[in-house]
């Protein structure tokens, strides 16, 4: 049975290692496209407003 743990254990790591490189090359979604745009708006209030 510790075998067994022992694999599962190795097993959620592989798994947790390729979900990661796998979100490597993905490009922003549009939220994250959103945020961005939010963001820049608001440097540019903040900039004009000093």
Same mark, same amino acid.
């Given at each position: 049975? *510790?075998?067994?743990? +022992?694999f #599962?254990v190795?097993l959620f790591?592989?798994?947790?290692?390729?979900?990661?490189?796998? +979100?490597? +090359?993905e490009?922003d @979604?549009?939220a *994250?496209?959103? @945020? &961005?745009? !939010?963001?820049?708006? !608001? *440097? &540019?209030?903040?900039?004009?407003? #000093?």
């Amino acid at each position: 049975m *510790e075998c067994l743990h +022992g694999f #599962r254990v190795h097993l959620f790591f592989a798994c947790v290692l390729c979900m990661s490189v796998a +979100g490597c +090359g993905e490009s922003d @979604g549009p939220a *994250e496209q959103a @945020g &961005k745009a !939010i963001d820049q708006a !608001i *440097e &540019k209030t903040t900039e004009v407003m #000093r």
